[in-house]
């Protein structure tokens, strides 16, 4: 009988052992989930987080070139004006008439693209989604009623 008591014990504990691991091996799913899920957020931020490291050398960069990039365009324009001026003063203008032109078309350019902007500015405002977005006077929700 002792045997068999022997036996009984050996078996009882592992029948509860096994229902135990069957739980167990969920939790320890759950939390090796957990952690995976963890670790794929971590990879997620630190690739966002060099790569906008990554754009902001860029922005900065193609900032420094078009200030470049401007600076050139000026001295040409200011180039150009000047080869306009000394070809006036060529043909026989005289100096000053020649600078008034040149500061003329200068200001003839920008009075152009002012207006350019001035027109282009509107569509800075969201005007369509603004309108849609206003709520209806009450006088209009009587007439609605009706």
Known sequence: MEATNALDRKVEPA????????????????????????GLAHDQLTLAAL????AARGLVNMIAAGVMVALLLVSA????????????????VTASIAMMLSVAINLG?????????RRQSRHLQFPATLRSVRPVP???HGSEKS
């Open 109 to 117: 350019f920008a009075l152009i693209l002012y207006e350019v902007i």
């Open 15 to 38: 029948a509860t052992s096994s229902a135990v691991p069957g739980h167990a091996g969920l939790l320890g799913e759950a939390k090796s989930l957990w952690h995976e899920l963890r």
């Open 77 to 92: 324009w200011l180039g150009l004006l000047g080869a306009v001026v000394l070809g006036l003063i060529g043909i026989g």
């Open 51 to 54: 790569e906008t490291r990554l």
């Open 138 to 140: 009450a006088k209009d």
